[in-house]
């Protein structure tokens, strides 16, 4: 049997499609890697100069694709849902931010009380990039508006880790929203930068069915007949839970998907490969994770907006326990891991796939990342399918990812 190993350079993670183009290599190494769209519509690192994985040592040890941890910081705890310290229903205090958010507006709520009441000076978290909206950026929001500004779930490629180093250098409390996968990255750079233990009040995330490549999105254009040019706003979802996908464009004319009519063929969303093989999609490694409570994680028509929230560690609960207080936030019902299993079916299955999985790779002989906490092991559903499938798909080179060129 062929031994687990990991990359030893950026490329290596590119090639092998264990790259989710977080953003890392360019906040670590500026003067050497730059985030690129590639033309398959993902963002990856560009080399800007000769590569060296050596001097890229420090990336690699915080890269989603060479590690995945977490640690059990929770009063409670579930194999599948990981350590925890409550869940249940939560909303924006204000009906405005309610209704524009993703779902229920909690990390934006979240996000303007850190602000509002001092705690945090800044969120590094990403939105629509205004010369491009189809496309995402990272932000630096210091106002409780541009949080709100801000609001929505951008199902495309985003890169939040790349405003990292930026964030750490203003040398002020801040805060970070973006993907449990980032958030993982976050914790594990944390190790060999204290300015993180310093200055990061608070890392939340939303729980994540997986990022899907640009093509998603280009392939809604090409439905209306518009071009990426034509478009002057791309709303993935939000004024509405889950709110309709709607872009409108230069000449006035405005087009609407449902939810439902836009992610119903699941053969076209487009997920990237490293979220195939996500060991945290749900966030352990957060204070707080976000996420929605349809039951079978099938919107059932236009409500008020909903989440789930899942406070993960004792600073999270303060945070929540401190935003509900100030009527940032509202409590609703309590949940238990068992009503998660039931408003995501689809991150209990994972959980259990992951295992298989990775093995298929390791049988393809393609390197995979190291994990630590995340009970992958235990979970191991040792599906034979799955990992014949994972070995034939990287075998035949469907894992494969490109380095672009700066
Ligand atoms: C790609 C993707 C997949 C998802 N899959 C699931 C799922 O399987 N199950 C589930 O329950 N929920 C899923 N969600 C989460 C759901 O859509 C909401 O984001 C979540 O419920 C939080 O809602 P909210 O109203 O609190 O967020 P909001 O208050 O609207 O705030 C959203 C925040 O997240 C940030 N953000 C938005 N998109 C991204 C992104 N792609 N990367 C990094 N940061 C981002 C924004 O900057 C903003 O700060 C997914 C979200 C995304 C973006
Ligand atoms: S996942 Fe992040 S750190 Fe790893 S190669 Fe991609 S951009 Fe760099
Ligand atoms: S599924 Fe996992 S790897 Fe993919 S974007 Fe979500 S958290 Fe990141």
Redesign the pocket.
């Known amino acids: 049997m062929t031994k687990a190993y990991q990359a030893t350079s950026v490329r290596a993670v590119v090639e092998n499609g264990l790259c989710i183009g977080c953003g890392l290599c360019e906040a670590l190494a500026p003067e050497r890697w730059v985030m690129r769209m590639t033309a398959q519509g993902r963002l990856r690192p560009a080399p800007r100069v000769k590569e060296d994985p050596q001097a890229d040592a420090p990336i690699l040890a915080a890269c989603p694709g060479v590690v995945a941890e977490a640690e059990a910081r929770g009063a409670s705890s579930d194999p599948i849902w990981g350590s925890y310290m409550q869940m249940h229903e939560a909303w924006?205090g204000d009906p405005d931010?309610r209704f524009?958010?993703?779902?229920?507006?909690?990390?934006?709520?979240l996000?303007v009380h850190l602000l509002s009441s001092g705690k945090a000076a800044f969120?590094l978290?990403?939105?629509a990039d205004p010369a491009q909206p189809m496309r995402?950026r990272w932000?630096i929001s210091e106002t409780p508006e541009a949080?709100r500004a801000?609001?929505?779930?951008?199902?495309?490629p985003?890169d939040?880790l790349a405003g990292l180093e930026v964030a750490l250098a203003r040398g002020q409390p801040f805060a970070i929203?973006?993907?449990p996968c980032?958030a993982g990255a976050v914790k594990a750079r944390a190790k060999s930068d204290s300015r993180l233990d310093a200055l990061l009040v608070a890392l939340l995330v939303?729980?994540?069915?997986?990022?899907?490549d640009l093509g998603k999105s280009e392939a809604v254009l090409r439905e209306l007949a518009l071009t990426e040019d034509d478009v002057t706003l791309f709303r993935?979802?939000?004024y509405g839970?889950?709110g309709p996908t709607r872009i409108e464009a230069r000449d006035g004319r405005c087009f609407e998907k449902t939810y439902n009519e836009m992610w119903a063929d699941e053969a076209g969303w487009r997920i990237q490969t490293r979220c195939k093989l996500c060991p945290d999609?749900i966030g352990e490694a957060a204070d707080v994770a976000?996420?929605?409570?349809w039951p079978d994680?099938n919107p059932q028509g236009e409500d008020e907006?909903f989440?789930?929230v899942i406070t993960r560690t004792p600073a999270g609960q303060a945070l929540v326990d401190a935003a509900i207080a100030a009527g940032d936030l509202v409590k609703g019902q309590v949940h238990n891991p068992r009503d998660y299993d039931h408003?995501?079916p689809?991150?209990v299955r994972k959980k259990h796939a992951i295992a298989s999985r990775l093995r298929g790779l390791t049988s393809a002989e393609r390197p995979v990342f190291a994990h630590k906490g995340l009970r992958i092991e235990e979970l191991d559903a040792k599906d034979i399918k799955e990992e014949q499938g994972a070995e034939a798909r990287a075998r035949a080179g469907r894992f494969d990812d490109e380095v672009p060129n700066p």
């Open positions: 924006a931010l524009k958010a993703a779902t229920g507006g909690a990390l934006t709520a996000g969120i978290h990403c939105g995402s932000v949080v801000n609001a929505g779930s951008r199902y495309g985003t939040t929203i973006a993907k980032d939303m729980v994540c069915g997986g990022a899907s993935y979802r939000g839970n889950p999609a976000a996420a929605d409570i994680a907006g989440n789930g408003f995501q689809h991150q």
